[in-house]
């Protein structure tokens, strides 16, 4: 690769689009990369947010004078297909080929900063009517139509576009290409908002099952990962690690042995400890072998970790809803009931570990990373590092697995600063004790839940109080990462309790985090966050899986006693119309027989039953409803999923394809964490170090029937889908269990030993 491949000389957008073929594109990327090219001719090119202007069209899309047309995001491809589905959105905004569509994602010096691509955000943000790349599209085109309109000499409403060429109705000899137009030039235009772009119905590619360009590639092996990135005068280092997070550095007393060969230097920081060898090898040797000395900060018990969420001290506390009656109302009710729910602490757990790479001369970084957000990496580094925003590149390569905030920020955190104390380009790959035993786990939460029917049968009252632990969190501050903390810098402080706030109207309806759906007049709602000894961070449908657990498990417990069925039950209760059409739709697909359940619990060693769970994610972005199949084996305590009826509506399908894929991909991994997945430590540490400690599910796992349908509305806005079905999933297996036994599951995982213990309850 040369220097001008990466930024040439000329420091001009489109003249450097001419060589994006080494540009880190969704399709693609080197494996040899020129750190020093991020730095030259600065005094020609600004770099920094100032230059990615998000009011410009120039910030979003360009065109090449081949008839490429250049899209840049800063929503990254984490493997859910989204990059597809921008290249989709901008092929019919324009009238171009969908081959002739380049994506540039996530580079601080070339995308606009779009936070994270997280939460099931990123369609819903691109897609929005004044979505950042809908509307650059649609302001685009105008613009190439009114240019063409001056060179052809007809009116804009005379013009026609097909595969980027522009023609006059009626006249296909007046004709002009995007490219010839305005190829490897500026629009210097800013989004007015004037544009008015496409209609669902009118779109061609959007809606269809587009295959997605990146997976050739992955399925022969020759993508390039963030695993895969190296550049000129690398080297390795490993971290060495304490027992445990707020464990601190006693000695460093040299070698277990003589000193391993290959070794630079061992970097000190705080409780930070690295070595640094010219070989990958080399490096992973010299850390076993380096001796070290802790002061070991143990863990607090394992056996009473829901006990101690629930002490801790001081808290964040927040009254999210409530009208003021509660208690009233429970008193008249006329049942009244009460349950607790524990959600364990779960971990990503990305199939491949971790990788960062960065090189740091002077003031300036370069880091490249399987971020989620390259912005807010930016100034963590920076940060650490103690240089100007501006001065860290941060660009994005794709990783192995994400789910949420994996390792991929934490070892890029490790790379900057290894790299600025060496003087060296500094490559830092996990390995599997790492990766699993040094991350922002999926937050642990305990739920307890009261309430009352009255002579109806209808829920009147809903009392919901939840525990969770929330230290750490997404990069921006360092120590919302591990190795922020090990390198000294201070946590931020506990948010304070907000203010109580007003009561709500009766009829109360809200989907967000913490509040059911369903209309229930008398509502109070109090979650209290601290600080634990672990460090929590977003885990695919972050809180959303672990309140859904609770709500919908509590309402299906509520429909029991007020023995009704479970579906009719949570129909009387809504007036959602989209989440009373994907309801009646899954229990469609299932041939759902009313009735309530555990009403025909069998006799012999396999039972069989069904549960369902429905919710609106975060209260605006994706309905789901899905009814769950279970064999239970009496003998063994074993749950075995066999089928998932599953209906989603996130508004007009992008994607089919893409949209069942996300679907497939929830959903085992929904059966993972609920029968399957607990993180477990003793004193001394993390004890979930890898695949046999933390086990998650095969593919053999995958239901044998698993039917998955998308209401298309077309006339709605775009939602999220990623983290919908997902979320569904522990309510609705522990809700098809009860069907099928008679027994409640409100402790995740439903391991057979749990079971079992429940079945002789």
């Known amino acids: 690769m040369t220097e001008t491949a990466r930024h040439p000389r000329r420091f001009d957008r489109r003249a450097f689009l001419t060589g994006t073929g080494a540009m880190v594109v969704a399709i693609g990327a080197p494996k040899l990369l020129n750190p020093k090219a991020a730095f030259a001719a600065l005094d020609d090119f600004p770099i920094g947010p100032a230059l990615v202007d998000p009011q410009q069209v120039d910030s979003w899309l360009g065109v090449q004078g081949n008839g490429t047309v250049i899209v840049y995001t800063g929503k990254v491809e984490l493997g859910t297909g989204i990059s597809t589905t921008a290249m989709q959105l901008v092929a019919d905004e324009l009238d171009v080929a969908l081959s002739s569509i380049k994506v540039i994602e996530g580079d601080t010096w070339w995308t606009v900063d779009q936070g994270f691509t997280a939460g099931s955000q990123s369609n819903k943000t691109q897609y929005a009517p004044t979505g950042a790349i809908r509307q650059a599209a649609a302001e685009a085109r105008l613009a190439l139509l009114n240019l063409a309109s001056k060179q052809l000499g007809a009116p804009v409403a005379q013009l026609t576009v097909k595969d980027g060429t522009v023609s006059v109705q009626g006249d296909s000899t007046k004709s002009v290409t995007y490219a010839q137009l305005i190829g490897d030039k500026r629009f210097d235009l800013k989004i007015t908002g004037k544009a008015v772009p496409k209609k669902f119905d009118q779109y061609k590619i959007v809606g269809t099952s587009v295959k997605r360009p990146d997976v050739p590639e992955k399925t022969t092996g020759a993508f390039t990962y963030t695993q895969d990135v190296r550049i000129a005068g690398l080297v390795h280092a490993r971290v060495v690690r304490p027992p445990t997070l707020d464990s601190t550095l006693v000695s460093v007393d040299g070698w277990k042995g003589k000193k391993p060969p290959g070794v630079i230097k061992v970097v000190v920081k705080n409780n930070f400890v690295a070595v640094v060898a010219k070989e990958e090898w080399q490096a992973i040797e010299a850390a076993y072998a380096l001796k070290v000395t802790w002061k070991i900060a143990p863990l607090p018990s394992y056996e009473t970790f829901y006990e101690d969420l629930q002490k801790m001290s001081p808290t964040t506390n927040r009254l999210l809803i409530d009208t003021r009656d509660v208690d009233a109302a429970l008193a008249k009710a006329s ?60 660009i994005y390569v794709e990783g192995s697995g994400c789910y949420g905030l994996n390792g991929a920020d934490n070892v890029a955190l490790d790379a900057a600063v290894i790299s600025q104390m060496v003087g060296r380009p500094v490559r830092v790959q996990y390995m599997r004790a790492d990766e699993h035993k040094w991350e922002n786990y999926g937050q642990p939460y305990v739920f307890k839940l009261k309430g009352g029917i009255d002579g109806s049968g209808k829920v009147t009252t809903w009392d919901y109080t939840a525990w969770t632990a929330s230290r750490g969190g997404r990069p921006g501050p360092p120590a919302n990462l591990p190795s922020g903390i090990l390198l000294g810098f201070p946590e931020s402080p506990l948010a304070a309790s907000p203010a109580q706030t007003p009561s709500q109207p009766a009829n109360f309806v809200d989907g967000s985090n913490s509040a059911p759906s369903y209309i229930i007049p008398s ?27 609770a709500n919908e498990s509590f309402i299906d417990e509520l429909a029991h006693a007020a023995g009704a069925d479970p579906v009719a039950f949570r129909l009387a209760h809504l007036k959602d119309q989209r989440l009373i059409d994907v309801i009646n739709l899954a229990a469609k697909m299932a041939n759902w027989q009313p009735r309530p359940a555990a009403s025909k619990i069998g006799t012999g060693r396999y039972l069989t039953g069904r549960g369902i769970a429905a919710m609106l994610y975060e209260g605006n972005n994706g309905y789901n409803a899905a009814v769950f199949q279970v064999t239970v084996d009496r003998t063994t305590g074993k749950v075995v999923v066999d089928g998932v009826w599953s209906a989603q509506d996130c508004g007009p399908v992008l994607n089919p394809d893409g949209l069942r894929a996300q679907a497939e991909g929830g959903l085992m991994q929904a059966i993972s964490r609920t029968l399957i997945e607990e993180v477990k430590w003793g004193p001394n540490g993390i004890t979930s170090k890898d695949w046999e400690t933390y086990p998650v599910i095969r593919f053999t796992g995958m239901p044998k029937t698993f039917k998955f349908q998308a209401i298309d509305r077309k006339d709605q806005p775009v939602w999220g889908a990623g983290e919908v079905l997902i979320t569904n999933g522990p309510a609705g297996i522990a809700n098809a269990i009860f069907d099928a036994t008679g027994k409640r599951m409100r402790q995740l995982p439903f391991t057979p030993a749990r079971v079992r213990a429940a079945l002789k309850s």
């Open 335 to 394: 049942k009244t009931l009460e349950a607790t729910y524990y959600y364990p602490l779960q971990m990503h757990a990305s199939m491949g570990a971790s990788a960062g790479t960065a090189s740091v001369e002077g003031q300036t970084a370069t880091v490249w990373s399987s971020t989620q957000g390259v912005y807010p990496l930016r100034a963590a580094i920076a940060t650490a590092l103690g240089v100007p925003a501006q001065n860290v590149h941060v």
């Open 523 to 549: 509502q109070r709602l109090v979650t209290h966050a601290g600080n634990h000894s672990f460090l929590a961070g977003p885990l695919r449908s972050p809180a959303r899986i672990q309140n859904t657990f």
